[in-house]
T-cell receptor
Framework: GAVVSQHPSWVICKSGTSVKIECRSL??????MFWYRQFPKQSLMLMAT?????????EQGVEKDKFLINHASLTLSTLTVTSAHPEDSSFYIC??????????FGDGTRLSIL | QKEVEQNSGPLSVPEGAIASLNCTYS??????FFWYRQYSGKSPELIMS????GDKEDGRFTAQLNKASQYVSLLIRDSQPSDSATYLCAVNILGNTDKLIFGTGTRLQVFP
């Protein structure tokens, strides 16, 4: 149980492109989903917390107009990186939880902006 | 001071030995503590969660929590080469039980 699916696994695109990443909880309803970013040899950095049907809460220093988060249902959240640039290249990971249970992570999306 | 601190390692242990991974945290009122395993290029996988002082055992893994010392550890018995990974300690943050702060991780190498 507690399977989280993330798609796509890899994205390579040109600078200025917008990229959408999907995160789905497959066998449970996720009351909260989280989006993290991880640069090489660094730990996970929380970008935003998303509750179904409400606006995401962004961490300090994360531009909400650049990283658009939509959590339209209890099983799906999306992160759109708008007008991506090379400095946005990173490993983006979503996680999901229900109630007070631990977070479970998706497989991550490796984003490379040329 | 970082909120969650771990020795980056690598920690090298021979196959069959006990690997001991340590983590300290700064928020005295944190309530929930987690250990995640992350293989290179992969996302974290939950190994253990612990909420009260003492030991919690699950198979070859034992988590130990000492809130007075603000210290949480993970012991891996009978270490296997497949245990080689980065182990992330995560702690909840006061005021928002949903928000986890991760340490930078300890890289474990188990050699045959």
């Amino acid at each position: 149980g507690a399977v989280v699916s993330q798609h796509p696994s890899w994205v390579i695109c040109k600078s200025g492109t917008s990229v959408k990443i999907e995160c789905r909880s497959l066998d449970f309803q996720a009351t909260t989903m989280f989006w993290y970013r991880q640069f090489p040899k660094q730990s996970l950095m929380l970008m935003a917390t998303s509750n179904e049907g409400s606006k995401a809460t962004y961490e300090q220093g994360v531009e909400k107009d650049k990283f658009l988060i939509n959590h339209a249902s209890l099983t799906l959240s999306t992160l759109t990186v708008t007008s991506a640039h090379p400095e946005d290249s990173s490993f983006y990971i979503c996680s999901a939880r229900t109630g007070e249970k631990p977070q479970h992570f998706g497989d991550g999306t490796r984003l490379s902006i040329l | 001071q970082k909120e969650v601190e771990q020795n980056s390692g690598p920690l090298s242990v021979p196959e069959g030995a006990i690997a001991s991974l340590n983590c300290t945290y700064s928020d005295r009122v944190s309530q929930s503590f987690f250990w995640y395993r992350q293989y290179s290029g992969k996302s974290p996988e939950l190994i253990m969660s612990i909420y009260s002082n003492g030991d919690k055992e699950d198979g070859r893994f034992t988590a130990q929590l000492n809130k007075a010392s603000q210290y949480v550890s993970l012991l891996i018995r009978d270490s296997q080469p497949s245990d080689s990974a980065t182990y992330l300690c995560a702690v909840n943050i006061l005021g928002n039980t949903d928000k986890l702060i991760f340490g930078t991780g300890t890289r474990l190498q188990v050699f045959p």
